[in-house]
């Protein structure tokens, strides 16, 4: 996208009339508090129901039908809201949806009856919808894929913390002030939000001319998600033996097949490819889980604490503890790169361990609320230790065109997985509050569904030891055991969590060993740039395109010889074990032959015969490789350079980069450099307040999720280019934050006078 957004967040906007730049922090800030909102509502909803039932008359039937249509109808504002964004611009859909949810807390803080106030309700739970949506798309938009981690832990433990809050607040704020006074102070707080996004935030240029990849797949996936809430939501109500609830099991079933039909069907050349099926998955899976937990653990801990004789406010702190988690764990997950995959083997099998628990830990009062904190917050942390790499890792990954209407898809599996918790024993919408038996029940199924997920998104042998403690517990207290048998039961947890660490201990053992082998091959094949080298300043990156592996098919070099300073850089044609092979025999070619062969061109020549010996004995005919030979020396303000078909170097000065003309040679490997002499080097002028850029492709093409490559030229334009060492640091930082999969390797080598 272009505008007056610098693409991805790479520096501060300028803020709509006024011509100052806008800090990227602030934007994160402050929508963050925007999005607050969706969290912050449903906890003042729930502490003003009993005002508004006293005050309205609205019943238990009022409140139903308000949070089934509300749900319902938040999932499909949160698609329109979110591919709205794409084709009108981020910020003028926030400020809609903000006026909407403006004008909803007003028709809250109006309603004279129980029809008006549910209505309002409805109204506000969409409103919130689209804030929530144009929040997430708008973040995502103004940065870059590869810092995607950093932020949405930032942004999701502030939502933490606001829940926090919220729950903690909100009942003594209603009490204090009323119900009408609360949904004025809501429609008050978005007049609010308005006003500061119209004056801080950057408006995002439309993409209007970008279709999505595929409309009848979204469609359907939509009416999916809607049918499948509006079921699970009535089904308690109306029973599941309601023709109508069938009717709705039977349209999502149905909505859902027909989407996954169009998905097998080949993507249309032009068009962004789809999101990876593991991707999208992770992120549903991790999504159902969290509304699912949230629900079961909002059911659960009023019955149980209210058995043990403590407040409703205790209650409330408790469950805000399940925030005080989530916010920990978010934490670590902005300043640690934690995978999906690791954070689902240890933050689910947690979150379970954590719901097998809770029930034990309230049973005494003198316990219950240190106790119950503890285990809240540890099911807290696990559930969005699993949840938010999980969400950053498909945010990542969605092409930016799309992004809102891919967006959507988070906060809609958040709400069906709310609705399935809601289609529940005990957790009906018109049910009372759940009796502690009842409760413990509800805690057991939550144990079980997040086992079932940590086994589909973690590592199985973990998620088997958790689920296998947690039903041994079942069986164990279900039974009223005596007390020798609760012992057993604290032993089998303990021997759980024992090979659950073991597991993990031996995995990072493994893993250890393994870095430690791709550093040493990567140092015994690629020696280390030196910092100085005869009268130039060097500074050299190399990151390999497979992760741990150390090595992969482009090169690099800097050596000390007779002849000057001599420097190579290149990329093998082809991958894996044989390209490696390759960058040996060459690089050992050239540490050898570079020390005895005066002339440049011949250097190049003898590294050319020896690519054609490498394919000779490989019976390889397509064997060949790029290169980029320069040489310097004494104090001379002049390199030498000879370009083997590989990328032309760039000047960084202190105005612009621009790209030096060297001759190409055809590539090693092709015969052309065999007679000796018959390559001229070229004669490169080395400019004292400039840096000389060499590179491989894998640096220039590195793509992100739209598929556009990096912007070098431009980028270069706002790098730090005081040193040679600065410029590639600052590089090495960039490419990771444009690009959040690494396709190729690359080499850089920047270099100056000293």
């Not at 020896?610 to 000779?616: D, E, G, I, T």
Request: hydrophobic share 50%; glycine share 10%.
């Amino acid at each position: 996208m272009t505008g007056t957004t610098t693409p991805y967040g790479a520096g501060a906007a300028p803020a709509p009339g006024s011509g100052t730049a806008v800090s990227p922090r602030v934007i994160g800030l402050l929508l963050a508090l925007v999005a607050a909102l969706y969290v912050v509502a449903p906890a003042m909803n729930a502490a003003v129901a009993p005002l508004v039932h006293t005050d309205l008359g609205v019943s238990a039937e009022d409140n139903a039908v308000a949070q089934v249509a509300g749900v319902c109808l938040a999932i499909g504002v949160l698609a329109a809201t979110g591919r709205a964004g794409d084709l009108k611009g981020r910020r003028a859909t926030l400020t809609a949806s903000l006026a909407a949810l403006g004008l909803g807390s007003l028709a809250l803080t109006l309603s004279f009856g129980p029809a008006t106030y549910v209505l309002g309700r409805i109204l506000v739970a969409a409103a919130l919808a689209a804030v929530f949506v144009s929040c997430l798309a708008f973040m995502t938009t103004v940065s870059m894929p590869g810092r995607i981690r950093r932020i949405m832990g930032g942004w999701l433990a502030a939502m933490s913390v606001g829940f926090v809050l919220a729950v903690n607040l909100a009942p003594h704020a209603a009490a204090l002030t009323g119900w009408r006074v609360t949904a004025a102070l809501m429609a008050a707080a978005a007049g609010a939000a308005l006003v500061s996004v119209r004056r801080l935030l950057p408006e995002t240029t439309p993409v209007a001319a970008e279709p999505l990849p595929d409309r009848p797949r979204t469609v359907g996936q939509v009416l999916c998600a809607v049918t499948l809430a509006a079921a699970l939501q009535l089904a308690p109500l109306w029973g599941w033996q309601d023709l109508r609830v069938g009717a709705l099991l039977t349209a999502a079933v149905l909505s859902c097949a027909a989407a996954r039909a169009r998905a097998l069907r080949r993507t249309p050349r032009g068009r962004p490819k789809p999101v990876p099926p593991t991707v999208w998955t992770g992120a549903l899976v991790a999504g159902l889980v969290l509304g699912f937990t949230q629900v079961v653990l909002t059911m659960t801990v009023p019955p149980l604490v209210s058995a043990v004789g403590l407040s409703t406010g205790t209650a409330a702190l408790m469950l805000s503890a399940f925030g005080v988690g989530g916010a920990a764990a978010c934490l670590l997950i902005r300043y640690r790169p934690v995978s999906p995959l690791a954070g689902a083997s240890l933050g689910l099998p947690l979150a379970a361990l954590g719901l097998a628990l809770l029930h034990a830990l309230v049973d005494h009062a003198g316990h219950a609320l240190a106790g119950g904190f503890a285990v809240v917050a540890l099911v807290g942390f696990g559930t969005m230790l699993a949840t938010a790499p999980q969400m950053a890792r498909y945010l990542a990954a969605v092409p930016r065109p799309h992004l809102g209407a891919h967006a959507a898809l988070l906060p809609s599996a958040i709400l069906v997985g709310t609705a399935a918790a809601q289609a529940l024993p005990y957790t009906s919408a018109l049910g009372p509050v759940p009796l502690p038996a009842e409760a413990r029940e509800l805690l057991w199924i939550g144990t079980v569904v997040v086992a079932v997920a940590a086994l589909a998104l973690g590592r199985p042998v973990v998620a088997v030891a958790v689920a296998g403690a947690s039903v041994l517990q079942y069986v164990m207290v279900d039974a009223e055991t005596s007390q020798p048998m609760s012992v057993i039961v604290a032993l089998a947890v303990g021997a759980a969590a024992g090979a659950v660490a073991w597991s993990r201990r031996e995995q990072t053992e493994r893993l250890s060993r393994t870095r430690e082998t791709a550093a040493a091959l990567q140092c015994a094949v690629l020696h280390p740039i030196p910092d100085r080298l005869g009268g130039l300043r060097l500074a050299g990156l190399y990151r390999p395109a497979t992760a741990g592996t150390g090595i992969g098919g482009d090169f690099l070099e800097a050596l000390d010889t007779p002849y000057g300073t001599r420097i190579l850089i290149g990329d093998v044609r082809g991958k894996g074990l044989q390209a490696v092979q390759t960058v040996t025999d060459l690089l050992g070619c050239f540490r050898s032959q570079a020390h005895e062969t005066a002339e440049l061109g011949e250097l190049a020549a003898c590294l050319d015969r020896q690519v054609r010996r490498v394919a000779a004995a490989r019976g390889d005919g397509e064997l060949f490789a790029t290169a980029l030979l320069l040489q310097h020396a004494g104090a001379s303000q002049e390199l030498r350079a000879v370009n083997c078909g590989h990328l032309a170097p760039l000047e960084v000065g202190p105005e612009r980069a621009r790209e030096l003309h060297v001759p190409a040679e055809l590539p090693l490997g092709f015969g052309a450099l065999d007679a000796a002499g018959a390559v001229r080097p070229h004669r490169l002028a080395l400019a004292p307040d400039a840096t000389l850029l060499t590179h491989t492709d894998g640096l220039s093409e590195a793509r992100n999720s739209t598929g556009e490559f990096y912007p070098l030229a431009e980028r270069l334009a706002v790098a730090d280019r005081r040193t040679p060492d600065a410029l590639v640091r600052h590089l090495a930082d960039d490419v990771g934050d444009w690009t959040h999969h690494l396709a190729d390797d690359i080499a850089v080598i920047a270099l100056g006078p000293r």
